[in-house]
């Protein structure tokens, strides 16, 4: 646990000599430019010997104001923006964003809509948590089949699920595949197919990366026992998502609070045991394979139809939603992504706050880091799949 | 525990009334902001969703959420300020207020007392003003201009 040491002033400032002794501590800034901090973080650390005593993050160098902007834009034009808060899964800001003006509006999004959400964003959550295997594998090091063997490999099969979104959408990574009261695009012919082939294809790839992981002695040894959450913390920080299920706790809003049409899909919640890196990296594989099962499940029972309730807005002034306040959430693969939304019945949201989960996540570091290894640092913070697009906003 | 019966424990204990839809909605007075915190983490709210704040020209409206996950139970609190008044931290119950607390802080310009560590989160250290009121416009720079 964090003691209630803070930094003063001069600690606390960049340019303060990098190595500092005062008394038996060290104090040392980790980044901003750092190769693993998965984005621009800045931690400052005060180290006795290679023992972490106290570590503060530092963030806000990716911050874009988005809420700001988002008070100076139509509502329409908000969506292409909140792809840009976790750019690692542009598909599930979108869909929150839109649920929660649905919620608002009253909107009904047809059925067939609906299952393309799902669909999207369970193939979103696999690419998303491709590239977070693909990292960790980079942030533990050679040790696990030369570096960045894992991470090549998992940026080779996300590429598969990009060109599936660029067959659907028409761009790789900022989709703006969702409009409020549905979806944008149909699936082209021949769309199911390629699904159904990659589905068999990465399902064997996860299965082997799982093996890979979970039997290597390496693997064990650098995430077992290392940065263990007790669940009482998870929840008064507010960690959501495989963080909080590897802490074993059964919660999920797919299964808890569906939206989406997520009651009428089968599909187990992985859990762990101990809350330790390994257990959260378990979560996360065997996550993967049932999105696989989920994308399965809505190509399967794809319904014919409209994809949107609303006709496609050319007039950016339509939205004018009702005056009134929403909380809208969906569960992201970070965790639950809230979208509180204020409205004064204009065509410009009065305030829109984005509860991200990286951000609640990332709140757990200074938790766990103390008394670990300076080295181990890598291996939580890796854990907890933060996405500094969102965490800086 | 069912929302209805939530309402009429908070009802009994400070006398406020909440109003119960999705979620159970109740605005306390300032004064007792951290003692309710602490009242719904001792009923078996010890999820701490978010908290932040609403700018509404002549008042500030400060927010926050908190959750049992497993009976499904949320409750969102509210509290009235005026621009210049000061709030009690609850980062000592919740430790995800601690962050959410300098967000609004660094945003709205809103002073948690009895924060351990209150300073601007987002923005740098030395960046004048509080980008969320609605005063701050978006088309001016404001030093330090980078």
Known sequence: MTSTMSLT?????????????????????????????????????????????????????????????????????????????????????????????????KIEVPKRAAYLRVLTSELQRVASHLVWLGTY??????????????????FREREIILDLFEELTGARMMYNFNQIGGVRYQPPDGFALRVRGMIRKLDQAISEYQQILEENYVFQVRTRN?????????KSVGAEGPVLRGSGFRYDLRKNEPYCRYEDFQFEIPTGEKGDCFDRAKVRIIEMKESLKLV??????????????RPAVRVAQAVKPVEGEVYARIESPRGELGVFLVSDGSAKPFRLKWRAPSFSNLALLPHLVVGHKLADIMAILGSLDPVFGEVDR | MTKSELAGKIKEKFGCDCIVNQDVQVTV??????????????LGLDYF????????????????RFENLEEKVA???YCELLPTEKLTSIAGIYVGADWMEREVYDMFGIEFEGHPNLKRILMPEDYQGFPLRKEFPLDQHYEPYR
Not at chain 1, 141 to 147: K, T
Not at chain 1, 227 to 234: N, Q, T
Not at chain 1, 296 to 309: H, R, T
């Open chain 1, 296 to 309: 399965w499940q809505a190509l399967e029972g794809l319904p014919e139809g409209a994809i949107s309730s």
């Open chain 1, 137 to 154: 594998g980079l942030d533990l090091g050679g040790a696990l089949g030369g570096g960045s063997t894992l991470f090549l490999y998992c």
């Open chain 1, 226 to 234: 290392i940065g263990v959450l007790p669940l009482e913390l998870g």
């Open chain 2, 49 to 64: 969703s978010f908290l932040t704040a609403v700018d509404k020209k002549e008042k500030m409206i400060v927010l926050a």
């Open chain 2, 75 to 77: 409750v969102q609190i």
């Open chain 1, 9 to 105: 002033a001069e600690e606390f400032h960049p340019l303060q000599t990098q190595v500092e002794q005062e008394g038996n501590t060290l104090l040392i800034n980790m980044g901003p430019q750092h190769p693993s901090t998965h984005g621009v973080l800045r931690i400052v650390l005060k180290l006795k010997g290679e023992e972490v005593v106290y570590a503060e993050p530092v963030i806000g160098y990716l911050h874009r104001g988005f809420e700001k902007l988002a008070e100076n834009l139509t509502y329409i034009q908000i969506v292409p923006l909140a792809d840009r808060m976790d750019y690692i899964s542009p598909v599930t800001n979108e869909l929150a964003y839109c649920l929660a003006v649905e919620k608002l509006m």
């Open chain 2, 29 to 42: 007075p300032a004064k007792d902001w951290k003692s309710m915190a602490q009242f719904l983490k001792d």
